[in-house]
């Protein structure tokens, strides 16, 4: 299989994994909220990224050569932003609705591609976008197009929407780090961007917009915290 096959093959293992990830993710809310849920989350895979990128390509990969700078604000925008912004969505959504915004990462990803690059896809190409665009709004809209009027399409869809975005902009800047191996860029944006969440949370926090878990919350949701974490984060983010 060539590169091109394989790309479709990751990124249709990602896909696969995220859209199980927003209906587990949605019970985890039921005790702990995005803001603490993304720090638990982040800060256990950042970790086992940079024990990763350790092990695989040694103590020097783990430099910035510079960059720190860069890297953080995608990491944030990557990590920080899509995060946030989806649990934060989905906590006032249909975790299907999530599911499948979030599966339409590739489709996104050629729409913004399109624009910058203004080349547009070959025709076929375009009739896979509108199928899929027209099979999104569907299920986003239980099949009643008029329920957009009516607003039973809410803001929580629109930040799921957004954080996906934000996601397909970090993902493209990975291009900006050709020197860097796929492993590197994730693992050192990965723990820069969790500083961000780990500070918004802390933010959130203290003004009161945000609750702490207790250690029974977080322990009643392990399970769910452990897929979206390894699969969720890990193995899907890398793929």
């Known amino acids: 299989m060539g590169k091109p096959g394989e790309g479709a093959v990751l990124g249709i293992v990602a896909g696969a994994i995220w859209g199980g990830m927003f209906v587990i993710g949605k019970s985890a809310l039921e005790r702990v909220d995005a803001f603490h ?11 086992i990224f940079l024990a990763l990128l350790w092990a695989v390509e040694g103590r020097e990969a ?16 990557g990590f920080a932003g899509f995060n946030l912004l989806a ?4 906590d006032h959504a249909r975790p299907e609705s999530a ?21 547009a896809p070959r025709r076929a190409v375009l009739g896979t976008f509108v199928v899929a665009l027209i099979g999104v709004f569907f299920v986003v809209t239980h ?13 929580g869809d629109a930040l799921v929407l957004a954080g996906v975005v934000s ?10 780090f050709r020197d860097f191996s796929p492993l590197r860029y994730t693992a050192l944006t990965a723990g820069l961007g969790w500083l961000t969440v780990a500070g918004a949370t802390l933010a959130v926090t203290l ?14 949701v392990t399970p769910q915290i452990a897929y979206i974490t390894i699969l969720g984060a890990v193995v899907a983010v890398l793929a």
């Open 87 to 90: 649990f934060t969505g989905l």
């Open 99 to 119: 599911a499948l915004i979030v599966a339409a990462t590739p489709l996104a990803t050629a729409f913004i591609l399109w624009l910058r690059t203004r080349v």
């Open 143 to 155: 099949g009643d197009p008029a329920s957009v009027a009516r607003g039973s399409v809410g803001w």
């Open 207 to 220: 003004v009161g917009w945000s609750q702490q878990p207790s250690a029974a919350d977080v322990w009643a």
């Open 62 to 77: 783990l430099r910035f050569d510079g960059r720190a700078l860069r890297l953080w604000l995608l990491g944030s925008l």
């Open 167 to 176: 996601f397909v902009f970090y993902t493209l800047a990975a291009a900006d």
């Open 37 to 47: 849920l993304t720090t638990i989350r982040y800060g256990i895979a950042g970790a």
